[in-house]
């Protein structure tokens, strides 16, 4: 603050010197006029010839002998001084103007040219809120992209709420059924038929529903074997939906049908995106010295106050502004956490999150809810599926139905798969989740205490016999953490673009849960980011396994509804999808996984199936021609 003050000081010092020295010199100039008006009055030849330059200083000499020689006498004209008091105005204007300087926070340090990434911008001030940027604004490259993926998430209209909407009128999963259809073409159901389920949604008077947009999961599973695999759904759009499951395994198939969301509360989540994408907001410290002060940060700012500090990432273009401290400048900030939740919500709107009651609901069915299934009739093991899920459980193991197969990985398997190499791993908590289970399971694994944060890293491990590395660190703003250090927040493409790659070096990435409040064209922005850094990767490294997790549903309560609700994370996940569609990376199914399984559904799921999703990527780092070479060890 005070380097401030004397910075606006030095600022403003040639020009009060430059002043003065003007003001004197007039002085100077008056009093020579003035006693040469005194001169003229006393001699008339003066009068007439002061032009002539020797009377003039001849009469001027004579004149300052007189003066020098007797004291003045009242006839002698005295010098006229206009500016007796010059000295004391000006001293009283510099008062002034410093005190006004250290009343008034004005940066005028901003106005140097700098190379930092903080900046300040001045907004204008005004009694209504100003945005100082948008939530979906995109570049041209952007949009255009955006653009072509818009019909991966066009959901179903959903119906407009009145302010005295009844919940009655609502969709009621008890008061709704589902039916298994007979198998196309008559006999017996055998594995690798598909089976249809046709849904019809009521509302808690009994009376179906005309239009479509509720949130359905399903899945097929067998408590006996350990087995479940998730089904399609299909909406129609005038309250009836369709179901489809692969059938996979021998014996018992019991179908499950869960409403997420009512259409109404659909409805309500587009509202929240729309009118308030920064209701979660968050907050910055900034320090220097023994003063500090906390402001509020976010992907977009609206507000009064008159300035703002702008931290968008200067590699990607990844916006994130916070407002300015009064009495500090950008660059003394020091450390991100989240704010707080702003919940803008009617009593009658809440009522459609109500667990037990509208959310995260079982559907009855209207008659039998299992099937049993007969061995393929078929030779071999061929089997053609409308729609194909990315695999399924069976004995509790996951096994994929994209020609790949995955391994079961102990302790000593996981450490010969993963000799020699380096694994980054880079994203949210859920991959945070992926380097802790690998800690804890290979006991010569240690973790270095590196002082850092450990829900954002960088954390650090090393097996140094088996030579493996494995690391982890936070995805950039926004992130919901508690307290960071601003040290430790990097975006993704920063460290791709750091990664060295190779055949040794696998990288993971998971980047999904903190966007889900924020219109899609924000994690779209992020998402592309990504992808161009990783094609910079493997245009480097070929060799590079790089694997990415979806997103994945979870427990739902009013605050999670209103955050992280599972309509959030499906939309987000299926453009995730698409988006790196025709890229050379693999994908860990994590949402099939979690819906095929017989655990409940959270953001960070059980051991089991974290351990299944850790078995997923093993496999793909060491396929089956390197398994075979350590397959003995995997089964000890």
Known sequence: MWSTKLATVSFFFPFLCLTLRQLNASKDQRKKQNRLHCLKERDPVISQGCSHGNMLIMWFQKLKHQEMSSPMKGGICRPFRPLKYSSVALFMLCSILLLLLYKVNIDWMSFKPTNKVCSTATVKLTAQPVSTCSFDSLSPEELLVFDSLRHVILWPETPSLKSDFSLNDTSDPR?????????????????????????????????????????????????????????????????????????????????????????????????????????????????????????????????????????TDLRTGEPWFCFKPHKLDCDARISHAKG???????????????????????????????????????????????????????????????????????????????????????????????????????????????????????????????????????????????????????????????????????VVIGVWSHFSTFPVEVYVRRLLNIRKAVARLLSRAPGTTVVIRTANPKEMT?????????????????????????????????????????????????????????DVLLSFVCPVADFEDFSSVSRS
């Open 175 to 311: 008061q709704s059924s589902f039916t298994i259809l007979p198998r196309s073409g008559g006999g017996s159901w055998r594995v690798g038929d598909q089976l249809q389920v046709s849904i019809r949604i009521r509302d808690f008077h009994g009376r179906p529903k005309m239009s479509g947009g509720d949130v359905l999961l399903a899945r097929l599973h067998n408590s006996t074997f350990h087995a479940g695999v998730a089904g399609h759904v299909v909406d129609h759009r005038n309250g009836s939906y369709s179901a489809f499951f692969s059938l996979l395994w021998e014996g018992r198939a019991q179908v499950e049908v869960v409403l997420v969301h009512p259409s109404e509360a659909v409805t309500v989540l587009q509202k929240l995106t729309e009118e308030q994408p920064g209701r979660i907001y968050f907050q910055s410290l900034f320090r220097s010295g023994s003063v500090s002060e906390t402001t509020t940060c976010n992907l977009c700012l609206t507000g009064t106050q008159q300035s703002f500090c702008n931290y």
């Open 340 to 506: 707080g939740f702003r919940k803008n919500l009617k009593s009658t709107e809440e009522k459609l999150f109500q667990c037990g009651v509208n959310m995260k609901v079982s559907i009855p069915a209207s008659g039998p809810e299992n099937i049993n299934v007969l061995p393929n009739s078929k030779d071999g093991n061929e089997m053609t599926f409308k729609v194909r899920p990315s695999g399924y459980y069976y004995k509790g193991a996951w096994q994929a139905l994209d020609g790949s197969r995955v391994h079961q990985f102990n302790s000593s398997a996981i450490s010969q798969c993963l000799k020699g190499k380096a694994v980054h791993i880079y994203g949210d908590s859920t991959v945070r989740q992926w380097y802790e289970y690998l800690t804890n399971s290979l006991p010569d694994l240690k973790e270095f205490d590196l002082k850092t944060p450990k829900q954002s890293g960088l954390l650090m491990a090393l097996d140094y016999v088996n030579k493996i590395l494995v690391t982890f660190r936070s995805h950039g703003p926004p992130i919901r953490f508690a307290n960071l250090p601003v040290s430790q927040l990097h975006y993704v493409v920063s460290e791709l673009d750091s990664v060295i790659g190779g055949t040794n070096t696998v």
């Open 558 to 614: 009013l605050y999670e509804s209103l955050t992280n609700s599972d309509w959030f994370s499906l939309q987000r996940d299926k453009m995730l999808r698409e988006i790196f569609r025709k890229t050379n990376v693999k994908l860990v199914d994590a949402w099939e996984m979690i819906v095929a399984h017989h655990l409940p559904h959270k953001l960070h799921p059980e051991s089991d199936i974290v351990k299944n999703m850790i």
